[in-house]
T-cell receptor, first 115, second 114 residues
């Protein structure tokens, strides 16, 4: 069975600090997909990224970067030079290749960026 | 404008009164999904659909039905709602092409079952 753990329930940083959100996953499949989502205080859900298990290249998108390490079953998300607008709940999720449509989410990490 | 729409946005109903939450997307996406979000329980997938007439259960399908008769619509049906189905519901659709994956969410439907 697949499982996603986001051990950090809440994180608080001051603007311009870098922050890393941890995501550890469990799966028996060799093919799987990992996701990150953002839910700002307004409540909408925003898709950020999908990574498949065969692609361990780190990805950077502006101030966002993702570090995928199969050896530690982790898919961590770093925000560089955080801004107040980054304040949100961030969810990590996993879907297994044998049933790629089915997703399991972590409990989320609430990030607060203070001015 | 590319979007996923849900209706209604808010609904208060009573136990046992059948209801349908509609979800529609205008992006011709094959994949659609329903999630519920509850305090302390996070996001959980209810049902998903990989294409027209293809639906499958997520983690919490009990008490829900879905249908996918056409690509753009993916309604969520509660045949006999109960108070434990009080929740915030999100519909989503995804573009999945090779390495490209983009997912779009509806604005959410807040359901209260009394």
């Amino acid at each position: 069975a697949q499982k996603v753990t986001q051990a950090q329930t809440e994180i608080s940083v001051v603007e311009k600090e870098d922050v890393t959100l941890d995501c550890v996953y469990e799966t028996r499949d060799t093919t799987y997909y990992l996701f990150w989502y953002k839910q700002p205080p307004s409540g909408e859900l925003v898709f950020l990224i999908r990574r498949n298990s065969f692609d361990e290249q780190n990805e950077i998108s502006g101030r966002y970067s993702w570090n995928f390490q199969k050896s530690t079953s982790s898919f961590n998300f770093t925000i560089t030079a955080s801004q107040v607008v980054d304040s949100a709940v961030y969810f990590c999720a996993l879907s297994e290749g044998t049933n790629a449509g089915k997703s399991t989410f972590g409990d989320g990490t609430t990030l607060t960026v203070k001015p | 404008e590319a979007q996923v729409t849900q209706n209604p946005r808010y609904l208060i109903t009573v136990t046992g009164k059948k209801l349908t939450v509609t979800c529609s997307q205008n992006m011709n996406h094959e994949y659609m999904s329903w999630y519920r979000q509850d305090p302390g329980l996070g996001l959980r997938q209810i049902y998903y659909s990989m294409n027209v007439e293809v639906t499958d259960k997520g983690d919490v399908p009990e008490g829900y039905k879905v249908s996918r008769k056409e690509k753009r619509n993916f309604p969520l049906i509660l045949e006999s709602p109960s108070p434990n189905q009080t929740s915030l519901y999100f519909c989503a659709s995804s573009l999945i092409t090779g390495r490209i994956h983009r997912q779009f969410f509806g604005p959410g439907t807040r359901l209260t079952v009394l």
